[in-house]
């Protein structure tokens, strides 16, 4: 942040969001594939996306080595759940996800729910083109990338 003037938002300094980006890919790269979190991982795809705010994120594809597939309720409970912060330790932090990270039912159910909403924009932006990377490795060799 110290790289921004006054009034100026990451945005603005497109320069210093990729930098960072980078640095925290690879440190979920080594965490997820090197150090292997999830499991032993045979093969990966990633995708990077720029938002039309200029803000990337990505999307990982792991395929899992036999041995390490998730199969059953309790081993998705091993590696997938939530936990709102303590209120009494980090009021402020409980109450911005119970504000921004929560929302009720969705669906037909409640049309006016912004994952409803959500899914309309999508739909609207999917007609305008993003800018991608494509990488596909198989056993740690890079096999594909394509610019679109």
Not at 5 to 19: A, E, I, K, S
Not at 103 to 128: F, R, T, Y
Not at 131 to 140: E, S
Request: with cysteine; proline share 7%.
């Amino acid at each position: 942040m110290e790289e921004l003037l006054p009034g100026q938002t990451p945005q603005d300094r497109p320069d210093v969001v990729v930098r960072v980006y980078r640095a925290k890919l690879l440190d979920l790269h080594d965490f997820l594939i090197k150090k292997g979190h999830l499991g032993k991982v045979a093969a990966w795809a990633h995708v990077t996306e720029f938002q039309q705010r200029g803000l990337p994120h990505e999307h990982f594809l792991l395929v899992m080595e036999p041995g390490s597939k998730v199969r059953t309720p309790d081993d998705y409970d091993k590696v997938i759940f939530a936990e709102l912060p303590d209120p009494k330790k980090y009021p402020l932090l409980n109450s911005l996800v119970c504000k921004h990270m929560m929302h009720g039912p969705c669906g037909d159910i409640n049309p006016k729910c912004e994952s409803v909403v959500s899914d309309i924009l999508a739909s609207i932006v999917k007609q305008h083109s993003k800018a991608k990377i494509h990488t596909l490795f198989i056993g740690g060799e890079r096999t594909a990338r394509l610019l679109r």
